[in-house]
């Protein structure tokens, strides 16, 4: 049953039971760098080697003592389009984070370059959960199952722990489950980007099989995605330190007395209403594959149904239009 006021905005008290009630990922991207540049990853085309920026601790103190202020108990991924182990700051954020929330699971996603025995301790040591290593190859080199390959055989190695491969498809997809139980989950996986990846917003125009976006999409209504520089993103193919998308983002932290008044405020409600039928998706969406919910024709029409009434309020009670919000067509 739709709870309507994901698609209205909502202050203080509301916002904070919605986002509680409905966020199940965070993701905080706590600096800028990655030392790769992956033709399937906007860094390709916009700038994360040169330069080293970090979160202020005046956001990530606003994050911690907000998500304390609600026990949350989801999922936060400390790391988005960064390398997170390159942060020499990563393990006392993982530690705060834990002390804050310690019901949740805290993620990292991570090329593995500066993964060795000492890091993956020390990490498990903070409070890590669940751990991906994405196994990446050189910068344009093709797929090439042996090398993949290889590449989890070394990582297995370096860090003495055994993994299982669990899905190959053959010049594709390469997936592997390193035993231990130290985290819950420590996979190391691979996919062929180059055929399967997704536009990334908009941004990444060369890969194939780009075409018009009609589906419902779940990002803005389960995840709160926030960049190093405090930017708040409707979901994580929208990158907040791109110049483009400056129309797009839900706001900064600065501009919110909390991050459940951002959850709550009309650029995201606005996000949610055009993101949530069946329809003609517009700007970033236009022709994304991430995110998408494949529903049944009578779930598709109840969601229409739920939105036109929604619009149909009296002037002074209807929510702003999508280009009222912000959003970019």
Not at 128 to 149: F, G, Q
Request: charged share 25%; proline share 5%.
């Amino acid at each position: 049953m739709l709870d309507k006021n994901l698609l209205t905005p909502v202050t203080g008290d509301d916002a904070k039971a919605l986002f509680k009630a409905h966020v199940s990922n965070v993701e905080i991207e706590t600096f800028s760098y990655c030392n790769r540049v992956c033709s399937y990853c906007p860094n390709a085309v916009h700038d994360r080697r040169s330069f080293k920026s970090f979160m202020s601790d005046r956001h990530l103190d606003m994050l911690i003592r907000d998500l304390a202020a609600i026990d949350y108990r989801n999922q936060i991924v400390l790391s988005h389009y960064n390398e997170p182990m390159a942060d020499v700051r990563i393990i006392e954020h993982i530690a705060r984070f834990r002390r804050a929330a310690p019901n949740a699971l805290i993620a990292l996603y991570s090329n593995g370059d500066f993964l060795d025995r000492d890091m993956f301790d020390a990490l498990v040591a903070a409070g890590l959960t669940h751990l991906t290593i994405s196994i990446h190859l050189a910068a344009n080199e093709p797929w090439d199952d042996r090398k993949v390959i290889n590449r989890l055989m070394e990582m297995s190695r370096k860090l003495n722990i055994p993994a299982d491969l669990y899905h190959f498809h053959p010049g594709q997809a390469v997936h592997a489950k390193f035993r231990t139980d130290a985290l819950k989950w420590f996979y190391m996986l691979e996919n062929d980007f180059s055929r399967v990846g997704v536009d990334r917003g908009g941004i990444l125009t060369h890969l194939p099989n780009l075409r018009p976006r009609l589906t419902p999409c779940f990002y803005p209504f389960n995840t709160f995605n926030v960049s190093y520089g405090g930017n708040i993103s409707p979901c994580c193919q929208i990158r907040g330190d791109i110049p483009s998308f400056k129309n797009d983002i839900i706001g900064n932290l600065d501009g919110f007395e909390t991050i459940f008044d951002a959850y709550g405020s009309d650029r995201a409600a606005g996000w949610r209403r055009h993101l949530y039928a069946n329809s003609k998706k517009e700007g970033p969406c236009a022709t994304c594959g991430a995110g998408t919910l494949d529903l049944d024709d009578a779930t598709l029409a109840r969601r229409e149904q739920d939105l036109a009434a929604l619009l149909a309020l009296d002037p002074g009670d209807a929510p702003p239009a999508m280009e009222d919000t912000g959003i970019s067509a």
